[in-house]
C-alpha cells in the first residue's frame, strides 16, 4: 500500500492556495463572482522527498471528513451502515471547539453527533492529526512540502506548462496526486482542483474553516436529475476560468501572501510561481465528471490550449457544448475498458462525430485522439488501486491489469499527447523527454486518431 515515486527525472514538491471565500452558495447566474476552489499546486523541485519529513502535511487523506466523503460513495443512504459510519467518524472528524460551529455539520451528522454523546475532551480532538499518520501508514505522497522551484537546465524554457486537473464526483484534491505527481516530475506544473468533491473545506471572510459537503450525498446517485448535474458542470467551468484568472495574477506578481488563506508549512509561497508559469501553454484535464469539465471549459474559455478527458462521464454536457467541440484544441480522450454504456458511448460518438465535421471546416490541423487502457475499470485512471490494491480487485473497482501498470500507461499517454503537443509551439523548449515503454504498446489500443 502506497503512491510510488514519480516516473519523471525531476523531484517533485506542492504546496496549497485558498482564497478567502465569501458565500457557501454557488454563483452560477453570476459566473464573474464565483469563488476560487481551493488548490493544490504541484511542481518540479530539486529536493527529494525524506519519509520522516513534514509526514502530517505529506499524508494522502488529510482529513477523516475526506474518510466520511469516500464511503458515501459505497454506502447507500438511509441504510444502517450508513448511521453506524456517521456515528464513527463523527467522532474522529475535525471540528471547532465550540457548540455552536459543531452545528454546521450535515443533517444526519448533527444527529449522529447527539447521539453517541462524545465525552472528549478539545485538547485531544486537537491531537487527532496524529491518528491519521498511523491510520495510513504507507500513503505519504512522495512530494516534499512547499520545497522551492526547481532552476531548469540552460536553454531549457524556466516557464512550466501548466495543468490544470478538475477530479470527478466523490473525489478531492489528493485523488489523483500519483498523476499530477508524474506530471510535475516531467516539468509540469499540475493545479488539482476541489471543486464538487466529497467534502472540501475553505475559509469565510472571517478566516474561519468551514466545511462543505457532497450536495447530493444523501440522494442515490441514479436518482440526481441530470439537470442538476448540469448545473453541477457550469459551477465548475466557473472554477476553471476564476483558477486561470488567479494563475495569471500569480504569474504576474500581483497576489501578496496574506491573500493566502492557508497558514503553516502547506501554504503556498506566492513568489515561487511568479515569472515561471507558461500561461500560453495551458492544459485542461479531468477524469469523469472532471473529464466533461474540461471538455466543457475548452469550448468555453480561448486560454485552454489542450485538453484530456480520463474516462469522461459525457451525459451532463449539454448539446450547445457539443457543438463547441471542446474550442476544436487537441484533444486526447483515455478510457479505461469497462465505463461503457449505451447513453455514454452514444454521447461520446455525437462528439466525435461534431469533431469530424469541424475538421473539414478549419484550416488548421484538429487533433482528436482516443485511446482504451486495456483490462483497466474506471478507477484505476486514480489513486485508489495504489493504495489498496487487493481490496480494489476484490470489490471490482480496479480490472484485470497491474495497478501501477494500468498507473505508468495512463499517465504515460497524456504525457506522449502533451510532449507531442508542446513540441509543436514555437519558441517552447521542452526540460524533459518522455520515451515511449513496452507497456504502453501492450497495454493501449488508439482507436481513433484525427490530424
Not at 234 to 252: C, K, P, S
Request: aromatic content about 8%; charged content about 20%; proline content about 5%.
Amino acid at each position: 500500500m502506497g503512491l510510488p515515486k514519480p516516473l519523471g527525472p525531476l523531484a517533485v514538491a506542492f504546496a496549497d492556495f485558498e482564497l478567502l471565500r465569501r458565500s457557501e452558495a454557488p454563483l452560477i447566474e453570476h459566473e464573474a463572482a464565483t469563488p476560487v476552489p481551493p488548490m493544490r499546486i504541484f511542481y518540479p523541485t530539486s529536493q527529494q522527498p525524506k519519509w520522516w519529513r513534514d509526514a502530517a502535511d505529506r499524508r494522502w487523506l488529510m482529513s477523516i471528513t475526506y474518510a466520511f466523503g469516500y464511503l458515501q460513495t459505497f454506502i447507500l443512504p438511509s441504510t444502517t451502515a450508513r448511521r453506524i459510519m456517521l456515528w464513527v467518524l463523527a467522532g474522529l472528524e475535525e471540528r471547532p471547539a465550540t457548540q455552536q460551529d459543531q452545528l454546521r455539520y450535515d443533517k444526519r451528522a448533527k444527529k449522529a453527533l447527539h447521539m453517541i454523546k462524545m465525552n472528549v475532551t478539545n485538547e485531544l480532538l486537537k491531537e487527532v492529526g496524529i491518528i491519521y499518520i498511523f491510520m495510513w501508514p504507507g500513503s505519504a505522497l512522495a512530494a516534499s512540502v512547499s520545497s522551492p522551484i526547481v532552476q531548469l537546465s540552460e536553454g531549457s524554457d524556466q516557464r512550466l506548462p501548466i495543468v490544470i486537473f478538475s477530479h470527478g464526483l466523490w473525489a478531492c484534491r489528493t485523488t489523483y496526486t500519483a498523476l499530477c505527481c508524474d506530471l510535475a516530475s516531467h516539468g509540469y506544473t499540475p493545479e488539482h482542483l476541489d471543486g464538487s468533491s466529497n467534502a472540501v473545506h475553505y475559509h469565510d471572510e472571517n478566516g474561519k474553516r468551514k466545511w462543505i459537503h457532497h450536495a447530493f450525498s444523501n440522494v442515490p446517485f441514479v436518482n440526481v436529475p441530470m439537470e442538476d448535474r448540469s448545473n453541477q458542470l457550469r459551477q465548475r467551468i466557473a472554477e476553471i476560468q476564476r483558477v486561470i484568472d488567479v494563475l495569471e495574477d500569480l504569474d504576474g506578481g500581483l497576489i501578496t501572501q496574506n491573500k493566502n488563506v492557508i497558514t503553516g508549512k502547506l501554504s503556498l509561497d506566492v513568489s515561487t510561481l511568479k515569472g515561471r508559469l507558461s500561461l500560453s501553454n495551458l492544459t485542461v484535464a479531468g477524469h469523469s465528471f472532471g473529464g466533461a469539465t474540461a471538455i466543457t471549459a475548452c469550448g468555453r474559455d480561448a486560454r485552454l490550449r489542450w485538453c484530456i478527458g480520463l474516462d469522461v462521464w459525457w451525459e451532463p454536457v449539454e448539446k450547445v457544448d457539443y457543438e463547441r467541440v471542446a474550442g476544436k484544441v487537441p484533444v486526447l480522450l483515455l478510457n479505461t475498458e469497462s465505463f461503457e454504456w449505451k447513453k455514454l458511448t452514444d454521447a461520446r460518438k455525437l462528439f466525435l462525430d461534431c469533431r469530424r465535421a469541424a475538421a473539414n471546416t478549419t484550416e488548421d490541423p484538429l487533433v482528436t485522439e482516443v485511446a482504451t487502457i486495456k483490462g483497466t475499470c474506471h478507477q484505476d485512471q486514480s489513486d485508489i488501486p495504489l493504495l489498496f490494491p487487493i481490496l480494489s480487485k476484490k470489490i471490482g473497482i480496479s480490472g484485470t491489469l497491474d495497478c501501477m501498470i494500468a498507473k505508468n500507461t495512463n499517465n504515460w499517454a497524456c504525457l506522449d499527447f502533451l510532449q507531442r503537443n508542446l513540441m509543436l509551439t514555437k519558441g517552447f523548449k521542452l526540460s524533459t523527454t518522455v520515451e515511449e515503454p513496452s507497456f504502453a504498446q501492450k497495454n493501449l489500443i488508439y482507436s481513433e486518431s484525427e490530424i
